[in-house]
Nanobody, 124 residues
């Protein structure tokens, strides 16, 4: 299976910046799409930003022009640069990715994994 590990969360004042990282690990896998989601207390999990292997981007309206998603394919890592943070950005941020992998019988299988989440708190 492919594992995702997030890092970079923390406490920041409104107007500040944070960069989240999500590193994928496993064997014989490729990534088709990655995304960041977030879940605030008492609210449903929502998509924040996503990117496909073909270079298509998708951002939630609430973060457009403030957040940037990017990837480093050499490091199997996806980043979320968060600028001009607002208190309403406070949430647990989750990385999600999907793709294909080759198992021990050389069969190609799809996979979809979530990270454990990283807390972001923006103080006013």
């Amino acid at each position: 299976q492919v594992q995702l590990v997030e890092s970079g969360g923390g406490l920041v004042q409104a107007g500040g910046s944070l960069r989240l990282s999500c590193a994928a690990s496993g064997t014989s896998f490729s990534v088709n799409a990655v995304a960041w989601h977030r879940q605030a207390p008492g609210k449903q999990r929502e998509l924040v930003a996503g990117i496909t292997s073909g270079g298509l981007f998708n951002y939630a309206d609430s973060v457009k022009d403030r957040f940037i998603i990017s990837t480093d394919n050499n490091k199997n890592t996806v980043y979320l640069q968060m600028n001009a943070l607002k208190p309403e950005d406070t949430a647990v941020y989750y990385c999600n990715a999907e793709g294909t992998r080759t198992d021990w019988r050389s069969r190609v299988r799809t996979w979809n994994s979530w990270g454990q989440g990283t807390q972001v708190i923006v103080s006013s």
